[in-house]
C-alpha cells in the first residue's frame, strides 16, 4: 500500500501534465462546510431517501413536510462557508488548467469560493420556480414570506444537502406551506429532484466542456447518481485519464487510473495550492 504522500506525488504528477481538466464535484466536497454527506462510504443511504417529485407534487403532507423542513434548515445552509475543497478549485481555475467544474451540489459553495466555470448539474436552492406559471424567485424572499405566514413556529433540527431537515409530525401539520404569489402553484428550490431529469441544455454544456477535456477529476463523490456517473463512463469510453479523490468506494473505481481515498479538501490543497 502507497503512503498518502505517496499517493499525492502521484496525483501531482498527474495533474502536471494536465491542460483542460473537466472536474466533476459532489456532497464530500460540501461536508467540510457543515452539510451533510446523504451516502455513507459504501454508497448506502445513510438516512431515510430524500423527497420524490411524484409525491412532492401530488402529496399535499409532502409538499408542507419539505418546505417545513426547508425553512428550518436554510439557516444553516445560508451560513455555511467554503472550505478548502472549494478553495482549492477556485485557485486551480485561476491558474487556468481547469477547463470546467461542474458539481451535482446545489449549496452554491464553489462559487462563493470565487468558482466562476461552474455549472450546477443539480440547480441551485438558492431560487425557487413556480411549477405552474414558471416563475422564479430568490430563495431568501421566499423565507421572509414563509417566516411572516407562519409566526411563532419554529422547530429544532439537523439539515440534510437538500436543505431538508428533520421535525417532529405534529410541528409540520401547523406549518403554513408556500404557494407561487403570482398564480398560487406550487413551489419548487430550482434543484433536480429525485424522479426528475437534469435539464437537458445542462447536459449539452457539460458534454461540450467533456469532448474538449484531457483528463477527469472526480471529487468527493461517490458517483451512486448516474447523473454524475455517466460523465465517468463516457471520458472512460473517449480514453480520457480518469483520477478520483474520495472518501470511501465510488462506482468509477474501476475506470479510474488513480484512486485517493482521503480527505478532499486536505488532499486538492496539497495536490494543488500548495504544489
Ligand atoms: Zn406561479
Not at 457543515?34 to 412532492?56: E, L, N, S, T
Not at 413536510?65 to 444553516?76: H, K, L, Q
Amino acid at each position: 500500500m502507497a503512503t498518502f504522500s505517496e499517493r499525492l506525488d502521484e496525483l501531482r504528477r498527474w495533474l502536471a501534465c494536465r491542460r483542460r481538466v473537466f472536474a466533476l464535484t459532489g456532497a464530500g466536497c460540501s461536508t467540510a462546510s457543515g452539510i451533510p454527506d446523504y451516502r455513507d462510504d459504501q454508497g448506502a443511504w445513510k438516512r431515510r431517501p430524500p423527497v420524490m417529485i411524484q409525491a412532492f407534487r401530488s402529496q399535499e403532507a409532502v409538499y408542507r413536510r419539505y418546505w417545513a423542513r426547508a425553512y428550518v434548515g436554510w439557516p444553516r445552509l445560508t451560513t455555511a462557508a467554503p472550505n478548502a475543497a472549494h478553495r482549492a478549485f477556485a485557485a486551480w481555475e485561476a491558474n487556468g488548467k481547469l477547463l470546467r467544474l461542474v458539481t451535482q451540489n446545489v449549496d452554491g459553495l464553489h462559487q462563493r469560493a470565487g468558482s466562476r466555470a461552474v455549472l450546477d448539474l443539480h440547480g441551485r436552492l438558492d431560487i425557487v420556480v413556480c411549477l405552474d406559471c414558471g416563475a422564479r424567485t430568490a430563495r431568501s424572499a421566499l423565507q421572509a414570506a414563509l417566516a411572516a405566514a407562519n409566526p411563532g413556529w419554529q422547530a429544532e433540527a439537523s439539515t440534510a444537502p437538500d436543505g431538508d431537515a428533520d421535525i417532529d409530525a405534529a410541528l409540520i401539520e401547523s406549518f403554513a406551506a408556500p404557494h407561487c404569489e403570482r398564480c398560487g402553484g406550487l413551489l419548487k428550490p430550482d434543484v433536480v429532484f429525485f424522479g426528475e431529469n437534469v435539464p437537458r441544455e445542462r447536459y449539452v454544456s457539460a458534454f461540450d466542456a467533456l469532448s474538449r477535456a484531457d483528463a477527469l477529476l472526480v471529487a468527493g463523490s461517490s458517483l451512486m447518481v448516474y447523473s454524475g456517473f455517466r460523465f465517468v463512463k463516457l471520458a472512460h469510453e473517449a480514453g480520457l485519464p480518469i483520477a478520483i479523490v474520495n472518501r470511501g468506494f465510488t462506482r468509477g473505481d474501476d475506470l479510474a487510473e488513480l484512486k485517493i481515498e482521503d480527505d478532499v479538501g486536505a488532499t486538492l490543497t496539497a495536490a494543488i495550492v500548495t504544489n
